[in-house]
């Protein structure tokens, strides 16, 4: 399985800024997936990271406030952007498909908003 | 109807018992399926892929009933380190890739 970090892996913001998280992996993967889970919930998907293009974002999700770069097959970044306390989450990053369509995730980052 | 649903638990259960956990899912064209395991403030790990003739994993065996579309996970003499929320994962549309999560079954084994 591929091995994946996330950076930063905990912050606290205010509200009104932006925060970017980093999701590197130690091999190239095809697919890379951001989700977020907020307390007590499962994981929600945010949006499918495109090598070489856009974004493929999930419905409830929008580039302006989650834009994701991918410049190539490990790496990729998600920005949380004008932040609320709505937005305090634990956000992970997915890489795939292993064998079977598996997918493996990052340490995941844990967000408070103030 | 939610596109994944699993009951949240949590059970307790003394160790050594046995326990099993049901997830159902409402897309009937899905064609992979996972139980995942996420031990608390931690990342999901892959327990075990389910195949549709059933697999098992030394203390762990997985069903799938694609006519009742029905996914089932039986954890066999519980170790107080099987305490974690087990994920049901269904897959998305085809060619996609993406996951679909259930909301977690919550295991606490006690001694």
């Known amino acids: 399985s591929a091995v994946i970090s996330q950076k930063p892996s905990r912050d606290i913001c205010q509200r009104g800024t932006s925060l970017t998280i980093q999701c590197q992996v130690d091999s190239q993967v095809t697919m890379m997936f951001w989700y977020r889970q907020q307390p007590g919930q499962s994981l929600t998907l945010i949006a499918t990271a495109n090598q070489g293009s856009e974004a493929t974002y999930e419905s409830g999700f929008v580039i302006d406030k989650f834009p994701i770069s991918r410049p190539n097959l490990t790496f990729s970044t998600l920005t949380v952007s004008n932040m609320s306390p709505e937005d305090s989450s634990i956000y992970l990053c997915?890489?795939?498909?292993?064998?079977?369509?598996?997918?493996?995730f990052g340490p995941g980052t844990r967000l408070t908003v103030l | 109807r939610k596109e994944v649903e699993q009951d949240p638990g949590p059970f307790n259960v003394p160790e050594g018992a046995t326990v099993a956990f049901n997830c159902t899912y409402s897309?009937?064209?899905?064609?992979?399926f996972f139980w995942y395991r996420q031990d608390c403030r931690k990342e999901p790990k892959l327990l075990m892929s389910?195949?549709?003739s059933g697999n098992e994993d030394g203390r762990f065996t997985a069903q799938l009933n694609r006519a009742s579309q029905y996914i089932s996970l039986l954890i066999r003499d519980s170790k107080l380190s099987d305490s974690a929320t087990y994920l049901c994962?269904?897959?998305?549309?085809?060619?996609?890739?993406?996951?679909?999560f259930g909301t977690g079954t919550r295991l606490k084994v006690l001694a």
């Open positions: 897309n009937s064209a899905s064609q992979s």
């Open positions: 389910v195949y549709s």
């Open positions: 994962v269904v897959d998305g549309p085809s060619g996609t890739y993406k996951y679909i």
């Open positions: 997915s890489v795939g498909p292993g064998g079977s369509d598996t997918q493996y």
